[in-house]
């Protein structure tokens, strides 16, 4: 009995075993298998990276193309808006010619039969004079609407200085003649402590001639003028220590409007300056930055030619200016005015204009 016992335990005992090892098979199998998906989930998801790497490159690829693309685009859109404007001018230019010497040459044909195509020349130590209409107003009169940088000849096309180059801002209303000088940015001033000693002259792109001309032929002209302080004035009790040269050669004290003769500035005019009765902000000296904005618009002292200032002994005092271009706008009525502003292009035509025209506008 105990014997039978004793191999029926160990029957049980094999089949338990027996059960083991195939339980241990199973999950050796099952193992691999995850090892292998494993691996395989391993390289795919390695190919998924290089894949995602490959893409990120594709997007800076395209993302660096498009830029290009849109440099491109807006390199070619300046490009034609400035075509554009040439052809404008062109048009309109050349059609107010074409009437001109349409008339001319009827008149000619009537009084002394064909005319002569020699081309119409002006004496110029560069050969053959450019026509430009007088100012910007007149070039709008013409059909121009895009603002831009043009040629002029305020004095008379063929006669006089030769045309300059000046910015037109058609948005304006009426239309302004801008004329550029090499000190437009705000400036710092030298520290100096007599009146004046500090000297700015002003070189602009136009001869003075062709400015007064334009300020004769112009509705009206300014130009702005700002003066940041810190506890600098421009004038302390009757000693003046700023001011600016018109085209005459004369000093002038007042920062605003037309008041020549008198030292003021624009709060002093509204009565609204800090510190009462200074007529200017920067007269009080103020521990402080203040500034004093103001449009000079006396065109008979425009434009302005020089600056001066002074009074910087200490080294907290500083102070800065910035003078805006000569800005005339519009046209002068017809009695202070007599030439059209179409008029100077009449019988100026020429074989070669068209050509002197392109370079001007470029």
Not at 264 to 272: A, E, F, L, M, P
Not at 306 to 332: I, M, S, V
Request: aromatic share 6%; proline share 5%; with cysteine.
């Amino acid at each position: 009995m105990y014997i039978l016992a004793i191999k029926s335990g160990q029957r049980e005992k094999g089949r338990q075993w027996n059960k083991l090892e195939d339980l241990v098979s199973g999950l050796l199998r099952k193992t691999e298998e995850h090892a292998k998906l494993i691996a395989q989930l391993k390289n795919d998801c390695e190919h998924l990276w290089h894949e995602k790497e490959n893409l990120k490159l594709d997007n800076e690829n395209l993302k660096s193309s498009l830029l290009e693309n849109i440099r491109d685009r807006d390199e070619i859109k300046l490009e034609l808006n400035s075509t554009e404007g040439r052809l404008q001018y062109l048009e309109a230019v050349n059609q107010q010619i074409r009437g001109s010497t349409t008339h001319k040459a009827s008149s000619s044909i009537r009084a002394k039969g064909p005319p002569s195509l020699t081309p119409k020349r002006a004496c110029s130590t560069h050969g053959i004079r450019m026509v430009a209409p007088r100012t910007c107003q007149a070039l709008a009169d013409l059909g121009v609407t895009r603002s831009g940088t043009y040629h002029v000849d305020p004095d008379g096309s063929l006669i006089g200085d030769a045309p300059t180059l000046v910015f037109c801002d058609m948005e304006t209303t009426p239309v302004s003649t801008i004329v550029l000088h090499d000190s437009m940015g705000n400036t710092e001033i030298d520290p100096c402590g007599d009146p004046g000693c500090y000297r700015r002259n002003i070189s602009y792109g136009s001869s003075m001639k062709q400015m007064v001309a334009l300020i004769e032929q112009s509705e009206s002209c300014e130009q702005q003028i700002r003066y940041d302080c810190f506890m600098a004035a421009l004038t302390t009790g009757l000693r003046q220590y700023g001011w600016w040269v018109d085209r005459h050669g004369d000093p002038q004290y007042y920062w605003d409007g037309s008041n020549a003769g008198e030292h003021v500035c624009r709060c002093g005019i509204s009565n609204d300056c800090i510190g009462p009765p200074h007529p200017c902000n920067c007269d009080a000296k103020a521990p402080q930055w203040e500034s004093d904005v103001g449009a000079i618009m006396n065109g008979t002292a425009l434009p302005i030619t020089e600056l001066h200032f002074g009074g910087l002994k200490f080294d907290d005092q500083r102070a800065n200016y910035t003078l805006g271009a000569l800005t005339c706008r519009g046209k002068a009525p017809s009695s202070a005015n007599p030439v059209e502003p179409d008029s100077s292009l009449h019988g100026a035509g020429s074989t070669s204009f068209p050509q002197k025209i392109i370079d001007s506008a470029s």
